[in-house]
């Protein structure tokens, strides 16, 4: 699970939390047994970001070969995904950083490479309904096949169109 910074080790269950940088999130999350602060997260390389787009399609094919129906990686609540189109945590000026468009390549890159391997009609990414969302939307619409735009409470899912 890609949770991006705002998440402990304890809870994801992996011994390294990564992010678009090494950023900190202030505060502290919960755990079964205590609080714990947030920790400084391993900064991913751009070279590290190919394998990272592959453990989306693998955890995805994987979830349809168990019977889901269809997958949605979460671009939104400060997930890996939602990290790398946020100025406040992508702040490098790399191959995945700087304008909102060069920041959403890495969101087209996952859901691009998860539809051509469990079909386009299987799969949303949801943004949470904010301004972000709609700065985002106006600049990552056009760079995406046609999409139908479902709305649930608190976020938008993207699902493309057969």
């Not at 947030?38 to 693998?58: D, H, R």
């Not at 959403?104 to 949801?126: F, N, Q, S």
């Amino acid at each position: 699970m890609h949770a991006g910074r705002v998440t402990l080790p304890e809870t994801t269950g992996q011994g390294q939390i990564v992010a678009p940088r090494t950023i900190a999130v202030d505060g502290v999350s919960r755990t079964d047994t205590d609080k714990h602060a947030y920790p400084v997260p391993y900064a991913l390389g751009t070279y590290e970001l190919p394998s990272i787009v592959e453990e989306f399609v693998s955890g995805f094919r994987n979830a349809m070969a168990a019977g889901f129906d269809g997958v949605e990686p979460q671009g939104a609540n400060g997930y890996l995904l939602h990290e790398f189109l946020a100025s406040n945590a992508k702040t490098c000026t790399d191959a995945y950083g700087g304008s909102p468009e060069i920041r959403a390549h890495l969101v087209i890159e996952v859901v691009t490479a998860v539809a051509a391997a469990i079909g386009a009609g299987r799969r949303a990414c949801a943004f949470r309904r904010s301004t972000t969302f709609r700065v985002h939307w106006k600049l990552i619409r056009p760079m995406l096949p046609p999409l139908t735009r479902h709305s649930s409470t608190g976020s938008h899912r993207l699902v493309w169109r057969r």
